[in-house]
């Protein structure tokens, strides 16, 4: 995981510069309670989950936060909510794996499926639940965190030259948005 910084001065060798870990964590757009007989996988977006989710998408393109690769529940609100981002996000597209363990996974669970995270995978997002993404956040970035309403996402980033140092090392807490911090559109 290395850049090759333009040279400054002409006849210098170029620099080398480790890659650094970040991690977005991502909540679901809110969902729908409409439909009571389906079961809690089976629920779908709301229609603010719905237009939420592509603000949120061009928000984090306009900070230039569009991870190399996504992990994501396989719950249909989840489902829904990465396909409304990738919409938005230019080609190459992230690199997206769903892994049954996100769905309504605690912290531990979580952190078993980000250990196989793509080291070739600078920033990676993980698009989940809470509870268990709000407690993750705060034990990664070891800061108290108030709220991780719907469609939060949290941007940690490490100090580490591997996800595996990264999740033994902890993150920073970098920023932390939502719907609501975004101008309406």
């Known amino acids: 995981m290395y850049t090759i910084i333009k040279e400054i001065v002409p006849g210098c ?17 809110k969902s729908s309670w409409a ?19 592509p603000r949120m998408s061009l928000a984090l393109r306009e900070r ?3 991870p190399d ?9 989840t489902r829904q909510t990465v396909e409304l981002l ?9 690199v997206l794996h769903f892994d049954e363990q996100l769905y309504l996974a605690d912290p531990q669970d979580i952190l078993k ?3 196989r995270l793509d080291e070739h995978w600078k920033r990676a ?3 989940g639940h809470n509870p268990g993404l709000h407690v993750l956040a705060e034990q990664l970035s070891r800061r108290e965190i108030e709220k991780f309403p719907t469609l939060a996402v949290a941007i940690l980033r490490s100090a580490a030259i591997s996800w595996e140092e990264a999740l033994k090392q902890g993150f920073e807490l970098v920023d932390i948005f939502c719907p609501k911090a975004l101008k309406q559109g």
């Open 35 to 53: 439909h009571p007989a389906k079961s809690d996988i089976e629920r779908p977006l709301s229609d603010r989950g719905r237009h939420d989710a």
């Open 86 to 94: 990738l919409e938005e996000w230019p080609e190459p597209k992230p």
């Open 69 to 77: 690769g996504i992990l994501c529940s396989p719950a249909l609100r």
């Open 64 to 66: 230039r936060l569009v």
């Open 125 to 127: 997002a993980i698009i």
């Open 113 to 115: 499926v980000m250990s």
């Open 13 to 29: 060798k170029p620099k080398v510069r480790k890659m650094m870990p970040e991690l977005l964590l991502i909540r679901h757009a």
